[in-house]
T-cell receptor, first 116, second 113 residues
Framework: GAVVSQHPSRVICKSGTSVKIECRSL??????MFWYRQFPKQSLMLMAT?????????EQGVEKDKFLINHASLTLSTLTVTSAHPEDSSFYIC????????????FGPGTRLTVL | GENVEQHPSTLSVQEGDSAVIKCTYS??????FPWYKQELGKRPQLIID?????GEKKDQRIAVTLNKTAKHFSLHITETQPEDSAVYFC????????????FGKGTLLTVNP
């Protein structure tokens, strides 16, 4: 199956710093990627849709200036959590549909962010 | 927008029994319904999916049924095994080309040996 990677898998940072998370599609091109946040024992909540060559589309209630998304190429999207605070601590997961004629989404392994 | 309800939130069964998880959706234009299995700390893994032009799909011990009229779909796992223990999420994709999925809240399935 299609492979999506994320880096880093875990990150611990101090409050007020910024953290960048990378999402890569390894064996296919993805013009669209999705960023989710998952709190413990909860569902996946879509944060934003990352679009190659254009601005990301954010879900209601997600601060676009705090969660910066850049879809730099057809295989890479980055999420930067700016001025992180303890309440931003969560599991961040990206996903990508493979190809333009498929609904199937493949998820990255996730990034565990802990803000001290 | 789309709203997906999932029940039950927890399900405990004995090894060998069947497990059924049900989801309802609100957007009649939704046309794709995947099910994901997520083990603790791991990525969600697609286990089966169904499109709106099909009523049932089966893959070995796993099956999914879809009732478009009632706007609900279900996951059926037969002959459960301890390794089936995980959180299962249903999702729905609204009509359109943006691939956006709306997830249910998840079901924690525990299969007791």
């Amino acid at each position: 199956g299609a492979v999506v990677s994320q880096h880093p898998s875990r990150v611990i940072c101090k409050s007020g710093t910024s953290v960048k998370i990378e999402c890569r599609s390894l064996d296919f091109q993805a013009t669209t990627m999705f960023w989710y946040r998952q709190f413990p024992k909860q569902s996946l909540m879509l944060m934003a849709t990352s679009n190659e060559g254009s601005k990301a589309t954010y879900e209601q209630g997600v601060e676009k200036d705090k969660f910066l998304i850049n879809h730099a190429s057809l295989t890479l999207s980055t999420l930067t959590v700016t001025s992180a605070h303890p309440e931003d601590s969560s599991f961040y997961i990206c996903s990508a549909p493979r190809g333009t004629r498929t609904d199937t989404q493949y998820f990255g392994p996730g990034t565990r962010l802990t803000v001290l | 927008g789309e709203n997906v309800e999932q029940h039950p939130s927890t399900l405990s069964v004995q090894e060998g029994d069947s497990a059924v998880i049900k989801c309802t959706y609100s957007d009649s234009a939704s046309n794709y319904f995947p099910w994901y299995k997520q083990e603790l700390g791991k990525r969600p893994q697609l286990i089966i999916d169904i499109r709106s032009n099909v009523g049932e799909k089966k893959d070995q011990r796993i099956a999914v049924t879809l009732n478009k009229t009632a706007k609900h779909f279900s996951l059926h796992i037969t002959e459960t095994q301890p390794e089936d223990s995980a959180v299962y999420f249903c999702a729905a994709k609204s009509g359109g080309s943006n691939y956006k999925l709306t997830f249910g809240k998840g079901t924690l399935l525990t299969v007791n040996p």
